[in-house]
């Protein structure tokens, strides 16, 4: 017999099976920690428990000795017929194969049909659990398993404990509720074990709510008292449900179905990714462009890196941001825009160097209005660093000019000469909807000029984060001081614009 019982347990294991408990409640009493021992499919536990009792030959029927346990002909007729059960097993379980064998082998041993007194089938039958997780298909390193239990389960775990006691108070040294191995515990040994075989590691828990229900026996906990005083505390003072309702009958009595499991979420921690993009397309916003709830662009950046990203990491939602924002008539160029997303809920928590290159080169070629680059996951703490002294960086930008006066070469050099120049900004008249009204200085670092024709040129400016360029060359109404029709004595527009460089070290870029 591998189980570490000593003598002294001996009564109390009879007792305990007698009373109509589970061979791992028994376990549990028994103050057994070793978690393999409860992995093992009950009918072998049950077997060694009974060989512990009487020696390896005699184990027959012998466990049901008094009335109080499970009539082996009354739970055949309740629950289900052997074989159908042996199935279920074979289906559901990770060592289905051999549970089967076991039970086949045990199949005289009927007692394991009986829903449990104590745990209410909770540690019989477990294999839902793992089928339900299984189902998401997620990967992830770790499991946190939080479980909920009907509160009569610890009502039934005291009454039996307190039935324990009175039997063998002389016989062994006083059983100490605080040493048995509480229910949970013993759940998640063996839930945890088999869902999370696959991998190993503490990188990405995987946070899974498994909750039971046992309507049968809900009024076991009706006594107003218990509610009140007891349940909302979330703590389980037993003794004072059993004061008040002294009627409770110990052990507890043999129900007739098991705890039903009532939900399991799963939930896997956010995993975030960080990358640059360019936008080559003059008619894309980078957000869900909605006005009245009503889209007025087919897409958006965001959507279009956000399609693949959410297949590849099999995530429920993003959350998206970026160093600054383009209008949707503006292009991004060069090293592109640093951006991060969250990914919430990914059943897929990592991807390998090829597998993200993979997975940038499918966003490449789902679209020519954008591309990705040093795509990689980082921490929830590194993407503060994008937003980190935004205000300092710099940008750089190609503006196409329009200028109403024809122009020669010569009349735009000086500009290239003009460096650090502070600009009033009083908030835009295009974004004062959604910006408070403001003046905001800002610095244009420098600026260069590129000749095209008597009514066009390419003024190239490096600007402070934030300044707004379409605002500083029209000068909207003069509400951006100095602007560029100022500088130049005439009227100019902005007809188009490009960002050629947002100076922002972050992500760190990756080689080819
Ligand atoms: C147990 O069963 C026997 C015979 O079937 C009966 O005489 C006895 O009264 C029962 N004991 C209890 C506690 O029900
Ligand atoms: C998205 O991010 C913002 C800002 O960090 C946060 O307030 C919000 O809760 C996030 N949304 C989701 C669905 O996580
Ligand atoms: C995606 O496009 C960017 C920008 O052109 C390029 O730097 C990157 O190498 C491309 N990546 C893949 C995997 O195609
Ligand atoms: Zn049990």
Known sequence: VMLPLKDKDKPVVQKLLSAGCCARCVLRFC???????????????????????????????????????????????????????????????????????????????????CVCVVCLGVLQEFSDTDQAVKTEKYEFDSLVLSVSLPAQLCVREHSCWLHVKKEVREKS?????????????AYKWLVQSTISTELGGVFSPLEVAVEFSHNPTDSDCECHLYQQTILHKNKCKCWAFMSVCRHYSCPPTQ?????????????????????????????????????????RMESSVEELIAAPVLSA???????????????????TLGNGRPFAMELLNPHRARLNVQDMKQLQESINVSSDKIRVRDLQIVSREAMGRMKEGEEEKTKTYTALIW??????????????????????????????????LAVR???????????????????ELKTQAGTYVKEFVHGDFGRTKPNLCDLLKMDTDILELDVESVDVDWPPSIQE
Request: glycine residues 4%; aromatic residues 6%; charged residues 30%.
């Open 31 to 113: 103050c057994v920690r070793v978690q393999a021992a409860y992995r093992r499919p009950q009918q072998e536990i049950l077997k060694d428990l009974q060989d512990f009792l009487h020696g390896p030959e005699k184990n027959q029927c012998d466990v049901s000795t008094d009335n109080k346990s499970c009539d082996p002909v009354v739970s055949e007729a309740a629950a289900d017929p052997p074989s159908k059960r042996a199935k279920l097993e074979t289906d559901l379980s990770d060592d289905g194969q051999a549970e089967a064998a076991a039970a086949a082998a045990a199949a005289i041993i009927t007692e394991t049909h």
């Open 255 to 295: 129900p007739s179905s098991s705890c039903v499991l009532q939900g399991i979420q799963c939930l896997h921690q956010s995993v975030f990714i960080a990358g640059r993009y360019n936008k080559f397309c003059r008619s894309l916003p980078q957000t869900p462009w909605l006005i009245d709830g009503e889209r």
């Open 173 to 185: 040294p006083l059983l100490d509720k605080e040493d048995i191995v509480p229910l949970k515990e």
């Open 403 to 436: 200028t109403r006066k024809p122009i020669k070469k010569e009349d735009i050099a000086f500009i290239s000469d003009i460096k650090e120049l502070t600009l009033d900004q009083k908030t835009p008249l295009r974004v004062l909807h959604r910006r408070a």
């Open 313 to 331: 990491f099999r995530a429920n939602g993003f959350n998206f941001s970026s160093s600054g924002r383009e209008d949707v008539d503006v292009r």
């Open 441 to 459: 200085q800002r610095v244009v670092h420098s600026m260069n000029t590129r000749f095209l024709d008597a009514h066009h040129f390419h003024l």
